[in-house]
């Protein structure tokens, strides 16, 4: 972990506090300055008196306090930069793997058949589970960002918002923040859908916002800066409510997540993402990454997985997590593993490979 720049250790995080400790430290400086003895070839050269010494120590404490606010603003720039994920060039490619926080072999397995590592690992977090730091710390080993969805699961929205998860969140944030590395965490996702009890129909815009907010202020007052808040919808064509109103406001999201499936074989980028990109482009240019897709088996699906490629470059989107699991329950939860279909990982190697030489 990178240790704190010497001058945020003065002068503490950028913002109001640290305003007023450069105020206290320009009349401390200029205080004590009247104190120190002055040589006497100092004192010659300030011959105009007691009022001159003072004014030349004023500005000299000013122009001091000036030179550390800057100094700690440039470099709390330049860390917010380096709090991120890996911004590649390219197109960033992630997985979820089920049961990947038991053990790593899944995701080493997709590794090792599509021929490169996952710049993202995503893994569902049930509320008042704890932050999985051995995953992460294996991710980061891998050079991959770890990914928590938290899934608010039985708690009303309004307890998290009134503060009764308080102490669970706090706990959460400390683990991350101790972690160190980047980490991507949302939380809620598929609000606009009217399937999870945080949803719509079920629960309020207003509420979720509300809650939202909670969680994020939260996670800053522990000192987890190390988060990107990743706010994730369901993609509209399979929604139930407009999206805008379920926006908690860009200073509360870094990335726009999308969760969207090709379940038919007629199914392309443009059906599946592209009016749900134009919906948001309408009231943020927060960056997009494609949160959860897959497609389903079919004669179309080695296709379906170029134009899934093709349509994130082509939108300039943050990238995108296949979703690597085999499911048998109906049309909404196919086999979606692509170790299960040579062809559709023939597919994802080749688009992989052309989005790895094109950055």
């Known amino acids: 972990m990178t240790l704190p720049h010497p001058i945020e250790v003065i002068l503490g995080p950028p913002g109001v506090f640290r305003f007023v400790r450069v105020v206290v430290l320009a009349f401390t400086l200029s205080a ?37 606010a800057a100094g700690g603003s440039v470099y709390a720039v330049r860390a917010s930069h380096q709090q991120q994920p890996p911004n590649a060039a390219r197109s960033l490619v992630g997985v979820f793997e089920p049961g990947a926080t038991s053990s790593y072999a899944g995701i080493t397995e997709f590794s090792r058949a599509t021929g490169a590592e996952p710049a993202i690992a995503l893994y569902y977090s049930g509320w008042n589970d704890p932050f999985q730091a051995r995953f992460a710390a294996l991710a980061r080993a891998h050079h991959t960002t770890p990914f928590a969805q938290m899934l608010p699961y039985g708690v009303p929205l309004t307890s998290i918002t009134s503060g009764r998860s308080d102490a669970y969140l706090r706990s959460f944030a400390a683990a991350v923040r101790a972690f160190g590395a980047p980490v991507i965490i949302g939380f809620g996702p598929e609000m606009n859908g009217n399937w ?18 909670h969680v994020v202020a939260t996670f800053r007052a522990a000192g987890a800066a190390n988060v990107t808040w990743l706010w994730t919808i369901n993609a509209v064509n399979a929604a139930h409510s407009p999206l805008r109103q379920w926006w908690p406001g860009g200073s509360y999201v870094t990335w726009v997540g999308i969760d969207g499936y090709y379940y038919n074989p007629a199914d392309t980028f443009r059906s599946v993402f592209g009016v749900t990109i134009s919906q948001l482009r309408a009231f943020t240019a927060k960056p997009v990454l494609i949160a959860e897709t897959a497609a389903g088996p079919s004669a179309a699906q080695p296709a379906q997985i170029a134009g899934l490629f093709r349509g994130v470059q082509r939108n300039h989107l943050v990238g995108l997590i296949w979703f690597d699991q085999a499911q048998h329950d109906g049309h909404f939860h196919q086999d979606w593993r692509l170790e299960d279909n040579p062809a559709a990982m023939k597919a994802f190697r080749a688009a992989l490979a052309t989005l790895t030489s094109a950055g």
């Open 196 to 213: 999870y009890g945080w949803g719509a129909g079920r629960s309020t815009p207003a509420s979720f916002v509300a809650a939202w907010r």
């Open 32 to 68: 004590v300055g009247r104190l120190l003895p002055v040589d006497a070839i100092v004192r010659r050269a300030l011959r105009g008196g007691r009022r001159r010494r003072q004014s030349y120590a004023l500005w000299g404490a000013g122009a001091l306090a000036v030179v550390l």
